[in-house]
């Protein structure tokens, strides 16, 4: 082209439509909050639908079959539904294992709607009640998501933000009754994770594609929209526990687009006793 063209200008505009993309317009926020309602639909119809016997792939369709009835044009990426030690799999899309009472259930998956998508995951138990070791496991794990939730605010460092986390998380960790050793030295690598940190990132952007693109930038601004992911292990167990949600930063704070669908204990558990409203399991 510039053999071609030798008075034209040639520069690389990848940088230009990255910055683009960082902050969202209103009417892109408005698809993406509706792709981010679409998904929590499908993960609530997926808990409602849930039971021991059935399969990953059975899951699956229930948000293929959500997300179509609701006008998407497809899917956003692979769904990652993982039963038991599958969930500790990254990207895991075998789907083919059976549901084992007494399983927690990954459920990741969300929409292509209008060209934009989402990413919001919700972990359920495949019988619809928590053991008390999963209470104990997946209790403090949403404690410290809390604390790394209320710790987001605008116009601040992604940096300061995990500083602020880490303080509250060390206040929950203090003040949780642990009954299993395990747990608790689960919970403190957890937590440790988050002991000055440089990076300054809380997950990955989401727009055009599921993992959209970034550019250079020092704070949190209105318009931003990215997922929070933190995943709590047990390696020697193959245990994972991990919540995402959707979240856009506004001029005040954040809305979390995902925030309707339940992950605490009592509101999963509300859910799985509901009758499914899409569709009825075989």
Do not use: C
């Amino acid at each position: 082209l510039a053999a071609l063209s030798p008075k034209s200008e040639i520069a690389d505009l990848d940088r230009v439509l990255d910055r683009l993309r960082l902050v969202k317009s209103a009417r892109e926020i408005a698809i993406v909050r509706e792709a981010s309602r679409l998904a929590g639909e499908a993960l609530m119809e997926a808990m409602r639908v849930a039971r021991p016997g059935m399969r990953e792939h059975e899951i699956e369709a229930v948000g293929d079959y959500v997300f179509k009835a609701h006008g998407s044009q497809g899917v956003g990426y692979f769904a990652l539904v993982a039963t038991g030690t599958n969930a500790a799999w990254p990207h895991y899309h075998g789907g083919r294992a059976p549901l084992v009472d007494g399983d927690l259930v990954l459920f990741d998956y969300a929409p292509d709607f209008n060209y934009y998508t989402s990413d919001v995951t919700r972990m359920f138990p495949a019988n619809g009640r928590f053991t008390p070791r999963q209470r104990e496991m997946y209790g403090i794990y949403v404690r410290l998501y809390d604390a790394l939730m209320t710790s987001i605010r605008p116009h601040v460092a992604p940096r300061a933000v995990l500083a602020d986390a880490h303080r509250k998380m060390q206040a929950v960790l203090e003040a949780f009754p642990f009954a299993d050793a395990t747990v608790r030295e689960a919970a403190e690598r957890f937590v440790a994770g988050y002991a000055g940190t440089a990076r300054n990132s809380l997950g990955h952007w989401i727009g055009m594609e599921v993992h959209d693109v970034s550019a250079p930038y020092e704070t949190l601004e209105p318009g931003m929209m990215f997922t929070i992911e933190p995943a709590l292990t047990i390696p020697g167990e193959r245990i994972y526990i991990r919540l995402e949600d959707a979240i856009l930063i506004t001029p005040n704070g954040y809305e979390n687009l995902s925030g309707f669908v339940p992950y605490d204990i009592d509101g999963i558990e509300r859910v799985m006793r509901e009758e499914p409203r899409y569709v009825r399991p075989r």
